[in-house]
Nanobody, 127 residues
Framework: QVQLVESGGGLVQAGDSLRLSCTAS????????MGWFRQAPGKEREFVAA????????YYADSVKGRFTISRDNAKNTVYLQMNSLKPEDTAVYYC????????????????????WGQGTQVTIFA
């Protein structure tokens, strides 16, 4: 069992930056690929980024590529999402998720390959 707790959301202006953190309980964090997803009001859940268990490979949605960076610190059981050049369309609840592989986290149906989810953190960007 893995419990995930996100933090770092907030209300910022377009062009600003935020860093989200997701801390996991348990001693198996390093075995899991990790991902970030988001869901805006009235929209379906969307894949944002994923990272392999070792941190050696990362993957991004086209909409955030070049602006967001996912990273992890296995010694701290934490995965991060650095978000730069934020836009109003980035407004959403952001969720972290753990899965067996990064490929599963990038499933066609966003989030269908995740084993565990955090509770989400709100990110709001105003123009």
């Amino acid at each position: 069992q893995v419990q995930l707790v996100e933090s770092g959301g907030g209300l910022v202006q377009a062009g600003d930056s935020l860093r989200l953190s997701c801390t996991a309980s348990g001693r198996t964090f390093s075995r899991y690929a990790m991902g970030w997803f988001r869901q805006a009001p009235g929209k379906e859940r969307e894949f944002v980024a994923a990272i392999t268990s070792s941190g050696s490979n990362t993957y991004y949605a086209d909409s955030v590529k070049g602006r967001f960076t996912i990273s992890r610190d296995n010694a701290k059981n934490t995965v991060y999402l650095q978000m730069n050049s934020l836009k109003p369309e980035d407004t959403a609840v952001y969720y972290c998720a753990a899965g067996q592989t990064s490929r599963q986290l990038r499933a066609v149906v966003p989030g269908s390959g995740a084993d565990y989810w955090g509770q989400g953190t709100q990110v709001t960007i105003f123009a």
